[in-house]
């Protein structure tokens, strides 16, 4: 067995001993005959984000054969609302890349997320998979890159509150077990994900914890590991089924809600970002932010306000983007700083010999970690339609290699300071801010919108339906009629408290 396969905690890589990439359906039917699996479950992402589900039960080879090759016909009238009843007829057609064992259902299962075609049998082009899939051609046909992403994916456990190892109120940030009474089914969950694929770079216990009405609400987080544009969107959706699959299993609740709770932390979907080339990662030069990095930033920060027509996707999202918190709201970026839209953390540049300090019988090698620098943006939510989100930001970072200004305009917008100072006052306004609700938002994708259609990846119907979502809330002043009156606010947090 190869280096690749012997550690991996898929089990159709080690069974199959190849990467998920080169999965095929002779692949797939091995491993079905050879495990007797008895099911195999399509899914795929339907208009509210959420995963759908065709079961088969194999009745032949030859039975799984077809189910492999041909898909099944499904109704997209009830699967997105810019679909018709009078020409609804879709294919789901499986992408073999994406196999992974159920870890819930007690038939033994073989679950394959798929993608959408339509009656001519080419694909959807107003299906958000497919919309990813043509932004990030876009991208790397008018800049040779490539563009690795991965989620920081944060959500609430809802339980019964409980009196022993109470944890101080907001005071949860990687709290450990007893004191973080759900990391068990952190773990557990994190298990499951890897095991269907998921690249996970850690989870841990986030800064939200406290009681309410009886119950204990716990925060908690699960951060993947940048992978290739596409795998990144199918393991969010991914994930987020299994944990929902596990809270139930539990007997308890989770939540991706942006907003809970007055006075509280929310929940964010981060996304870190990184353009590679020849395998190689471009974010960096000399241990220094590269032009590559900063042209990206610049796109970032220019497509922002429409990018939350993607990210930030109900009403309870623009509770959580107000100022003076974590959450940004103004339109700008630095080193480090938490308040700022698009954040460079801390990569490892520069030469790092700190584990050698830790471990003084460890012998220096010569450690390059260049590999790790990434770019995050920080506004989006759990409320996200992550294949849409994800392709607005790849097609942010391309307008930012089109922008004639991008590299002035990414020094402009730099802050290294806390804007919120009241030395500050003046640069703080200078800068632009986030749309304070989804009406804004939806003027801001319009204003926009020949940007996301260039090279035709987002469709003029796409970029309507979307803006004639977010409109149909009618939430210009709610922020503002509500931010006092806990009981309205937990009124519409109960509205879309299983978003995305």
Same mark, same amino acid.
């Given at each position: ?150 989620? !920081?994916? %944060? ?5 019964? =509150? @409980?009196?022993?190892?109470?944890? #101080?109120?907001? $005071? ?48 908690? !987080?699960? %951060? ?5 544009? =596409? @795998?990144?969107?199918?393991?969010? #959706?991914?994930? $987020? ?260």
């Amino acid at each position: 067995m190869t280096n690749f396969t012997e550690m991996n905690p898929n089990p159709l890589v080690q069974y199959l001993n190849k990467p998920a990439s080169e999965f095929t359906r002779a692949d797939l039917i091995k491993y079905i005959e050879d495990h007797n699996i008895e099911m195999v479950n399509f899914r795929y992402a339907g208009g509210d984000g959420r995963l759908k589900t065709l079961n088969f039960v194999i009745s032949s080879r030859q039975h799984l054969k077809s189910i492999l090759t041909t898909g099944e016909r499904v109704d997209g009238s009830s699967l997105f609302p810019f679909i018709q009843t009078g020409s609804s007829d879709l294919y789901v057609v499986p992408r073999y890349r994406t196999a992974f064992v159920n870890p819930f259902s007690e038939v033994p299962s073989l679950d394959i997320l798929c993608s959408y075609y339509n009656k001519d049998g080419e694909p959807l082009e107003s299906s958000p998979e497919y919309v990813l899939r043509k932004a990030h051609k876009a991208l790397t046909e008018q800049t040779g890159l490539v563009f690795h992403v991965m989620g !920081e994916l %944060e959500y609430y456990v809802i339980s019964e =509150e @409980e009196d022993l190892f109470r944890a #101080v109120d907001q $005071k949860g940030y990687h709290e450990s077990y007893p004191f973080a009474k759900w990391e068990h089914f952190r773990t557990e969950a994190m298990t499951a994900m890897a095991k269907a694929g998921c690249l996970i770079k850690y989870g841990h216990s986030e800064v939200g914890n406290f009681m309410q009405d009886g119950k204990l609400y716990e925060q908690n !987080e699960i %951060e993947f590991t940048p992978t290739n544009l =596409e @795998e990144a969107a199918d393991q969010l #959706v991914i994930a $987020k089924w299994i944990l929902r699959s596990l809270a139930y299993k539990y007997g308890v609740t989770v939540t991706f809600a942006p907003k809970i709770t007055v006075g509280k932390a929310g929940s964010g979907l981060h996304i870190h970002t990184k353009l590679v080339k020849d395998g190689k990662n471009q974010m960096t030069d000399n241990g220094k932010l590269s032009e590559t990095a900063r042209k990206a930033i610049a796109g970032y920060l220019e497509l922002a306000p429409s990018l939350t027509a993607f990210g930030n996707n109900n009403p309870t999202s623009y509770f959580r983007l107000v100022p003076h918190q974590e959450a940004p709201t103004n339109i700008c970026w630095g080193d480090r700083n938490r308040s700022v839209l698009v954040r460079v953390p801390l990569g490892w540049t520069g030469e790092n010999r700190m584990i050698y300090h830790a471990n003084p019988v460890e012998l220096p090698e010569n450690d390059d970690f260049s590999q790790l620098q990434t770019v995050e943006f920080r506004c989006p939510d759990g409320s996200a339609d992550i294949y849409l989100l994800l392709a607005g930001l790849t097609v942010a970072a391309r307008h930012g290699f089109e922008m004639g200004d991008a590299l002035e305009k990414a020094e402009k917008s730099y802050v290294d300071v806390n804007i919120f100072d009241d030395a500050h006052k003046s640069r703080l306004a200078s800068l632009n801010k986030l749309p304070v609700s989804c009406w804004e938002s939806a003027s801001m994708l319009e204003k926009q919108a020949d940007i996301y259609m260039k090279y035709g990846v987002f469709s003029e119907g796409v970029i309507n339906g979307v803006a004639r979502k977010l409109r149909s809330y009618d939430d210009q002043n709610l922020r503002d009629e509500i931010s006092s009156n806990k009981e309205k606010m937990i009124e519409v947090v109960n509205q879309f408290f299983h978003c995305g």
